[in-house]
């Protein structure tokens, strides 16, 4: 390859990057807006036209604080690992081509997979470095329920991967021209949105960081740019999460305008939730997982196979 087309894949991954965070930011302020509307009150609105400069005050207020040195932390692996948890919360988002940037994936889904996996090492370290009893209790719960999950999740994709026969994202486009995928696996793909949430954390699963009763979970010493990283990892993930139920079930990646509203409404949905569901009780939870998901997904995975036998 020529010096150009690397330069090519460098500028494509950095407007990438910054996308992502432009997109984080203002997914931030999308929630605290809605969520401000459902208890109804008005949400920020002061910075900026509507609150629209809101995320990057944010921003500049939390990278400004002063970080916390705790005597007792294993220090250098309590200051990396948001660090970590952020860089793989990026990485997932190569999966994703740019028309200009030469990288595509045959193998996006097993990629996935992996990057989700080494999240869960990122969380379990946050909550063991800080030594503090209630972060390392907040970190297994976290580490838990996201293995669990991984579980489900990834039997669910197994599932698609057998419809299309193929691990690259972007094949799921051609499939769903005439039907979306939805509708051919309609209880799936619910459970896939449910597992989702179950993944990142997000209401009515969030016992990671139970804010409103738990000690805040796996990240209660973090504070500036540490909780913050922590924070951008978190929506970072739930962007993408709701592009691959995009891709996965809802038409596939063609980048039209309908794309983006499908988007940012699976993106609304997850905020929704947050606003009007209670929060789960961790043993069924885990009964949810492993007593109904699973039995589900494996009976799917059997059902798709026969059906494969069958029509070849």
Same mark, same amino acid.
Not at 195 to 213: K, V
């Given at each position: 390859m020529m010096i150009m087309d690397y330069l090519n894949i460098i500028i494509g991954m950095l407007i990438l990057i910054i996308g992502v965070m432009i997109g984080v930011a203002f997914l931030t302020l999308l929630e605290r807006k809605v969520l401000g509307y459902i208890q109804?009150?008005?949400?920020? !609105?002061?910075? #900026?036209?509507? #609150?629209?400069?809101?995320?990057?005050?944010?921003?500049?207020? &939390?990278?400004?604080?002063?970080?916390?040195?705790? !005597?007792?932390? !294993?220090? &250098?692996?309590?200051?990396?690992?948001?660090?970590?948890s952020f860089m793989l919360s990026l990485m997932v988002w190569m999966l994703i081509p740019y028309l200009f940037n030469m990288i595509m994936f045959n193998l996006g889904l097993l990629f996935f997979l992996c990057c989700t996996s080494m999240g869960v090492y990122t969380v379990m370290i946050a909550g063991w470095s800080s030594n503090s009893n209630y972060s390392l209790l907040g970190g $297994?719960?976290?580490?838990?329920? +996201?293995?669990?999950?991984?579980?489900?999740l990834s039997l669910i994709l197994i599932s698609s991967i057998i419809m299309i026969m193929d691990f690259n994202l972007m094949k799921f486009f051609n499939y769903q021209i005439l039907i979306w995928f939805i509708f051919l696996m309609m209880p799936l793909g619910l459970i896939f949105l449910s597992? &989702?949430?179950?993944? +990142? !954390?997000? +209401?009515?699963?969030?016992?990671? =960081?139970? =804010?409103? =009763?738990l000690v805040s979970g796996f990240n209660i010493e973090y504070s500036s740019g540490g909780?913050? $990283?922590?924070? &951008?990892? =978190?929506?970072?993930?739930?962007?993408?999460?709701? $592009?691959?139920?995009?891709?996965m079930y809802l038409g596939g990646y063609n980048l039209n305008f309908m794309f983006y509203i499908k988007l940012v409404i699976l993106s609304f949905f997850f905020i929704w939730v947050r606003g009007t569901l209670p929060r789960y009780r961790y043993d069924k939870l885990m009964y949810l997982c492993w007593k109904s998901y699973l039995p589900i997904s494996l009976n799917y995975i059997l059902f798709f196979l026969g059906m494969k036998m069958f029509l070849n």
């Open positions: 109804i009150r008005k949400g920020p !609105n002061k910075m #900026g036209y509507l #609150g629209i400069l809101q995320p990057f005050c944010d921003a500049i207020k &939390l990278f400004s604080k002063e970080q916390v040195y705790l !005597n007792y932390s !294993n220090y &250098l692996v309590y200051y990396f690992s948001p660090i970590m $297994l719960r976290a580490v838990a329920q +996201t293995i669990s999950y991984e579980v489900s597992s &989702l949430m179950a993944e +990142t !954390n997000r +209401t009515p699963y969030d016992f990671a =960081e139970g =804010e409103s =009763e909780f913050a $990283l922590i924070f &951008l990892a =978190e929506y970072s993930s739930i962007l993408f999460m709701s $592009l691959l139920f995009v891709i």
